[in-house]
């Protein structure tokens, strides 16, 4: 398969990486200390680049770009601001194939263009107390009253949740067992009966905010309904794209924690030398360059075939799970590097070693995604 980018894609490549050095990078620890970013200016210089939503079709606002271009993309934000990332995420990926392959012309034209200009963001709602990786043990309920789909219940964990305008959530719809009773749902923030409730404090991404959420007799048109009973898995396979731009978010994170211990082994003196003159650092950094170049290469390999339309629910899986332990063991030896100024509280791969552990469990844990990969090719489906 051929990675070499064209003319075009290498100067997209170039002005982001440059946005993003220059306006995002600085920002990284301030951003979690105080627990906000500014998404709406994070938009508007996306936007002056048009990049935001440059994946959905021109009828939508967006310019019919491949997904691959997206991805590249999405590195160079992740490598400096796993928020600044996340906007052009939400304008590009997992919830916005959802409405794509699943929303009424009514709610595509209504949402989506919004979503591509990045004026509004979209949470994925579907973890509960009781439904973690067990997604078929959802007990929201959703139950049809009318021209009305009227929801009970609750989600944790949600990225976004109490500040994106607008959520897919799972719901159980039918009294069928497990995931065969769920379907899915698009909500504004503003719904009667969604009320937020207590902040939900993480260890990383703290810039994002994150809120339990509460339906209390909420409702919502049945129009906004976007996936059935018995579809769950044409639901789970829209999140595809989703797998790969977490594994995408792993690997320009995991660059950044990389570039970190590499400049504190080039500027650090020991025993009066650098550092990374002696052998036990300079194989560190030779393991890190490795893995990160193997992660690189399974997200391209696996954006590739979803661009190209081809099946890649196994490679999006493969490098969601390789990207993620790949990217938290270069953190991990990066602040090993860089010693107890590294340990220390708002230190760059302080904040980054925090914010790549959470790709461990978060969008499917890496035991799960595991299971996934191993039916797939002890099965071969
Ligand atoms: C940073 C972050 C962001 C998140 N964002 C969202 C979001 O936006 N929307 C949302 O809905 N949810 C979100 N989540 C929740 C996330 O989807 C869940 O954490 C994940 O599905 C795991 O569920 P759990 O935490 O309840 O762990 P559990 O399912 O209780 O699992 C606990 C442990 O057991 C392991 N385990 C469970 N089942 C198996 C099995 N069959 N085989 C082997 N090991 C197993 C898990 O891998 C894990 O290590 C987020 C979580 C994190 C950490």
Redesign the pocket.
Known sequence: MDFELTEQQRLMVAAVRELAEREFKPHLAEWDRTRTFPRAEVAKKLRGLGVLGMTLPREYGGAGLPFFDYILALEQLARASHPAALVLASSCGGPVHHLLEFGSPEVKARFLPGLAGGETMC?????ESEA???TGAIQTRGRLEGDELVIDGH?L???GSGAFELMVAYVRMSDAPGTDGIGSVLLHRDTPGLRYGRTLE?M??RAIPRAEILFEDCRVPATHILTRPGQFKQLINSFNGERIHNAMFCVGQGQAALEEGLSYARMRKQFGRRIGDFQGIRWKLADMGMKLAAARLLVYLAARKFSDGQDAALEASMAKTFAAEAAFEVAHQALQICGANGFSSGSRIEVLFREIR?HM????????VR?YIGKRMMDGE
């Open positions: 949470a994925i709602a579907m973890s973690g990786s067990d989600k964990w949600v990225g993480m990383g991404l959470a469990l978060g969008g499917g844990s890496v035991e799960v299971n």
